[in-house]
């Protein structure tokens, strides 16, 4: 069965902190992404990642994936109220077509 | 633009009721998918389709079926409605499992 293990769950964090969201699996991704999604809307995509070992930057968001393509992260720096949402990470394993999502980090940024 | 449609938003059905959720997409994209959402929870893929004419199992197939006759439908099939198929329903494409999965607004369903 492939799993993609998502953590944490949730997350509640003040104004300016940093954090980091992980997502594992013990296969080899041919890509990951990442998406956000806000109450009652579908997710929308922040990035993909393909080359084991890359790096990703979206303004405070840098995405990394991990040199043998099992795991990645998504680290914020200085959160902002507007962060607020559902982060989702999303694995292909092969060209076959599935593409499956993480159980998801609910993340909270209080001012 | 259009993008990824998908009908209805939101349904009530009684336990043993049959329905089909739409979706459309107007992207030409090979790639569609079904998934499912629970209450804060991430999305489980339940069908897919790499073209017109070819679907597959995801993690959650039982109680629904697909089909794909062109490329811009996909439409999903629940056959007897049970409580536990009480979600939200999101329909997706892409031109690539390795591009961006574009995703209708949702259909919430309740079976009571």
């Known amino acids: 069965t492939q799993l993609l293990e998502q953590s944490p769950q949730f997350l509640s964090i003040q104004e300016g902190e940093n954090l980091t969201v992980y997502c594992n699996s013990s296969?080899?991704?041919?890509?990951l992404q990442w998406y956000r999604q806000e109450p009652g809307e579908g997710p929308v995509l922040l990035v993909t990642v393909v080359t084991g070992g890359e790096v990703k930057k979206l303004k405070r968001l840098t995405f990394q994936f991990g040199d043998a393509r099992k795991d990645s992260s998504l680290h914020i720096t200085a959160a902002q109220p507007g962060d607020t949402g559902l982060y989702l990470c999303?694995?292909?394993?092969?060209?076959?077509?599935?593409?499956?999502f993480g159980q998801g980090t609910e993340l909270s940024v209080k001012p | 633009n259009a993008g990824v449609t998908q009908t209805p938003k939101f349904r009530i059905l009684k336990i043993g009721q049959s329905m089909t959720l739409q979706c459309a997409q107007d992207m030409n994209h090979n790639y569609m998918y079904w998934y499912r959402q629970d209450p804060g929870m991430g999305l489980k893929l339940i069908y897919y389709s790499v073209g017109a004419g070819i679907t597959d199992k995801g993690e959650v197939p039982n109680g629904y079926n697909v089909s794909r006759s062109t490329t811009e439908d996909f439409p999903l099939r629940l056959e007897l409605a049970a409580p536990s198929q009480t979600s939200v329903y999101f329909c997706?494409?892409?031109?690539?499992?390795?591009?961006?999965?574009?995703f209708g607004q949702g259909t919430r369903l309740t079976v009571v």
């Open positions: 997706a494409s892409s031109y690539s499992t390795n591009t961006e999965a574009f």
């Open positions: 999303a694995g292909s394993y092969n060209q076959g077509g599935k593409l499956i």
């Open positions: 296969s080899v991704f041919s890509s």
